[in-house]
């Protein structure tokens, strides 16, 4: 399944679990907020790890074929 990342800046307070669990993928840019800056830089597992891991609920992921929703 390919995944679609988005990050809710308005939920993200930048603890960088993400960053920390998916460095290809995830990044905090100058506001200390995550970004997605390369999707396909780690495994489905890995990205999914990662979301869950934030505490505020902020990444979503989506299967990009069917726009149904994985995460949260």
């Given at each position: ?21 998916a460095p290809q993928v995830f ?46």
């Amino acid at each position: 399944m390919k995944l679609r990342i988005t990050v809710d800046r308005d939920l993200c307070i930048g603890v960088a679990n993400c960053v920390a669990i998916a460095p290809q993928v995830f990044a905090l840019d100058d506001e200390n907020r995550a970004t997605v800056v390369h999707p396909q830089g780690a495994d489905e597992g890995t990205i999914i790890n990662a979301a869950e891991s934030c505490p505020t609920l902020a990444i979503i992921l989506e299967d990009e074929e069917t726009g149904r929703k994985v995460y949260p």
